[in-house]
């Protein structure tokens, strides 16, 4: 059967279960008992599009959740691959430890790296990019996945909110608090690939102080080489909650995630010997609440493993040694007025420093206020309008000022209408301003620095339409418009290098256009069956109008959940992502980026699980790429096979 066949078969699979329903003797036995809220959300609430709690329809922004349970039920181990589900999202695994993540196609271009840089991630709130490369390191996230609470994917220019590097959208990571933590958990999950996942979380509350503590370990060889690893990590994750009175409330969080991955800045095979550590603490009185947070962050990447992967490193002499250091510190305040006025200000401060053998040593400032202003006149119309200012002391355009503006109209019941533009913009790297590779033994630089670049910028034009009916129907609409502007090449400016007289450095090579839009449908089935299915759609050009052909233009995503009131549970996830052609650097000097064809591929994941003893112990089996369509998701990367992991969950 091709691949197509496949497709539609999959596809077909919520719809055969609705026009041929199971047995109604049994359906009326599952419904008896069972939490329907776990299985379809019909009312959700959301932070991160306005950074106040409000209902998802209110947002001025395109915004979908994944929760704990879709965590759990999806059999999934890594963050990246959870957010498949999400229309318009694009996951590409370079390593089993490293993946990397685009919003609506966009990504970055690097000579010898694959590099998505144009999301902003949060752990509940505070920045995890790495201002070094630009980009997330996913797996070092000191975070469990049974810590996630919930995961909210805003799709659009984010800068009026978040600033700098909130240029394709915003992925905010809402930890669990004490106050979900009461007891313990404790759980494993081995399959194929030595991979190799262990938690242990307990949490609970002493009078008004709340607190949770999470640790865990995970190992995996690489896909194609069983006898090497990808990944070593240990993390660890705190959190302590005190209530001062009714109205005001103090926290202070803090994790460390350490050990060796194969990590996007290096190369395939190379393990990089990394930690990373930060504290946080906020202050909410009110409408007013005050962060603060802390982030070290070093790495050692060996060069001796790269030897003879390319000419271009043997050059270099020295393994790459970094440490860099981030300090954030944020006041807001909201107030509401006359019921129908809410307004929203802040005030914000981050300074960056690093010191690496193969980069200049600077520190970086960047001082921002933003205003937010929302009316709503009338019940079903809502304007919402914002601006950021952000001041930078060490790019060439020192500041950069982003607007957004929506309007949201709910013409009936269960029925809105939201339009909205905005911009926003990413600032080049620290290695793209201040890279400084020598030759051992000379004064002379291989790689260097480009302190004249400017930053990314863009501008989108937005219409989403949502419907929610009858408690057992949500469904969605976005169509949307990208103009991108300076795009970054990572040290792409290398036609004429010459080791020693012309280094290879960063440059702004060129400007980019993108029109797409997602459909969604999520039904209720039964109240012990859901179904859900997504399509999206993108097409990026370049400034000759020149097809970029690094993203799927199609991607559809569909699944079916089912959780049986005797403990048996079920979940499938299914992705179609369209064909692309990928770069990936050749041996040379300097490296060349070739292009590799990539065909269509499908990824067929499920689950399966049961619980027993009051559900304080679940056994769980789950299968990634179960059609077994070996295929590689990324130019040079690894082919993904089928994998078998089993899970045992006890909580005490």
Same mark, same amino acid.
């Given at each position: ?70 965590? @759990? ?96 959208? &915003? ?30 979380? !307990? ?145 914000? !401060? ?47 355009? @020192? ?104 280094? &290879? ?53 569909? *699944? ?31 490296? &060349?980026? &070739? ?27 789950? *299968? ?11 130019? *040079? ?16």
């Amino acid at each position: 059967m091709n691949l197509y066949k496949r497709l539609i078969w999959l596809l077909l699979l919520p719809c055969l279960s609705y026009l041929f329903p199971i047995n109604p003797a049994l359906a009326q036995e599952v419904e008896e008992g069972f939490d329907e809220e776990a299985l379809f959300r019909f009312e959700e609430y959301v932070v991160s599009a306005s950074k106040r709690l409000q209902r998802i329809e209110e947002a001025p922004a395109t915004i979908t959740v994944i929760t704990a349970e879709d965590i @759990r039920q999806s059999g999934l181990n890594g963050i990246p691959d959870i957010l498949r589900m999400v229309a318009g999202i694009d996951v590409a695994p370079l390593t089993v430890f490293d993946t990397q993540v685009a919003i609506r196609g966009f990504s970055g271009r690097a000579i010898n790296m694959n590099v998505f840089n144009k999301i902003l991630v949060l752990i509940n709130g505070r920045s995890v990019y790495e201002d070094f490369y630009g980009g997330t390191i996913w797996e070092a996230l000191p975070i469990q996945l049974e810590d996630i609470e919930r995961i909210e994917v805003v799709k659009g220019p984010g800068s009026v909110l978040y600033g700098a590097n909130a240029f394709a959208g &915003v992925i905010n990571i809402i930890t669990k608090s004490p106050d979900e933590s009461r007891g313990g958990l404790v759980s494993f999950t081995g399959g194929q690939f030595n991979h190799y996942v262990g938690s242990l979380i !307990y949490g609970g509350k002493v009078r008004d102080l709340g607190y949770r503590l999470s640790g865990g370990w995970e190992s995996a060889s690489r896909l194609e080489e069983r006898n090497k690893n990808s990944e070593e990590v240990g993390r660890f994750f705190g959190i302590f909650n005190y209530k001062i009175n009714e109205s005001s409330e103090a926290s202070l969080e803090g994790g460390i995630s350490d050990g060796k991955g194969e990590i996007v800045v290096s190369f395939p095979g190379a393990l990089t010997d990394f930690q990373t550590a930060y504290a946080k603490t906020n202050y909410n009185y009110s409408g007013f609440k005050a962060q603060a947070f802390w982030r070290s962050t070093k790495f050692d990447m060996p060069l001796s493993a790269l030897l003879g992967y390319s000419d271009f490193i043997s050059l270099l002499g020295e393994d790459i040694r970094a440490k860099y250091y981030t300090y954030d510190m944020e006041l807001q305040q909201y107030i509401t007025l006359a019921k129908i006025h809410t307004i929203m200000g802040g005030l914000n !401060y981050r300074f960056f420093t690093m010191k690496s053998n193969y980069t200049e040593d600077n520190g970086l400032n960047t001082y921002a206020g933003f205003l937010q202003y929302e009316i709503k006149p009338i019940p079903s119309v809502i304007f919402n309008l914002g601006v950021r200012v952000d001041y930078q002391d060490y790019t060439k355009k @020192r500041t950069n000022i982003s607007p957004r503006g929506s309007l949201i109209f709910t013409p009936l019941k269960g029925h809105t209408l939201c339009f909205s533009v905005g911009s926003a913009f990413r600032n080049p790297t620290y290695i793209d301003l201040y890279a400084a590779a020598y030759i051992p033994g000379f004064e002379k630089k291989v790689a260097e620095g480009n302190e004249d670049l400017e930053p990314e910028s863009i501008i989108s034009y937005e219409i989403g339409y949502r419907v929610a009916l009858f408690e057992r129907l949500k469904a969605n609409l976005e169509i949307f418009y990208n103009k991108i502007e300076d795009l970054i090449y990572i040290f792409g400016d290398n036609e004429d290098f010459v080791p020693g007289e012309k280094p &290879v450095k960063s440059w702004n090579y060129n400007d980019a256009e993108g029109v797409g839009g997602e459909l969604g449908l999520e039904y209720k089935i039964t109240p012990w069956l859901n179904g859900l299915i997504n399509y999206s759609y993108q097409w990026i050009t370049d400034r000759d109008d020149t097809l970029i052909k690094s993203n799927p233009k199609h991607k559809i995503n569909g *699944g079916l959940r089912a959780a049986l009131k005797n403990g048996l549970s079920g979940n499938i996830l299914i992705h179609y992502v369209d064909s692309t052609e990928k770069e990936y650097a050749e041996s040379g000097l300097p490296p &060349v980026l &070739v292009p590799e064809k990539l065909d269509p591929y499908i990824l067929l994941n499920a689950r399966v699980s049961y619980k027993l003893f009051d559900d304080h112990i679940e056994v769980a089996v789950a *299968g990634q790429n179960l059609l077994n369509d070996l295929h590689k998701e990324v130019g *040079g990367g690894e082919e993904i096979p089928i994998r078998v992991f089993g899970n045992l969950t006890m909580k005490f």
